[in-house]
């Protein structure tokens, strides 16, 4: 069974920096490519970061410079640290694997 488990989201004044963690079971993690994504309210789905199996990433350009997603096979787990917040960037984070997803983290920028 596939599980996949957010953790590390919080409140932070802007300008901050928050780390956020994926770990994901019942996947052939060394395979696999891991998504971030985040939906605010009243907002689409915004895909965030992206890391192929091999290591390869991708950023929306809204945080490109600001944000880095990297993995740990060892550990199974993604981690997205994200930097130089901004409140626009409030939101529920999820991490995915394919159609699975967790529950997400909310990450709230705020003075």
């Known amino acids: 069974q596939v599980q996949v488990v957010e953790s590390g989201g919080g409140l932070v004044q802007p300008g901050g920096s928050l780390t956020l963690s994926c770990a994901a079971s019942?996947?052939?993690?060394?395979?696999?490519?891991l998504d971030w994504y985040r939906q605010a309210p009243g907002k689409q789905r915004e895909s965030v970061a992206s890391?192929?199996?091999?290591?390869?990433?991708y950023y929306t350009d809204s945080v490109k410079g600001r944000f880095t997603i990297s993995r740990d096979n060892a550990k199974n787990t993604v981690v997205l640290q994200m930097n130089s917040l901004k409140p626009e960037d409030t939101a529920v984070y999820y991490c995915s694997y394919g159609l699975n997803r967790g529950r997400g983290t909310q990450v709230t920028v705020s003075s």
């Open positions: 019942g996947i052939d993690f060394r395979r696999a490519g």
């Open positions: 890391i192929t199996r091999d290591g390869s990433t």
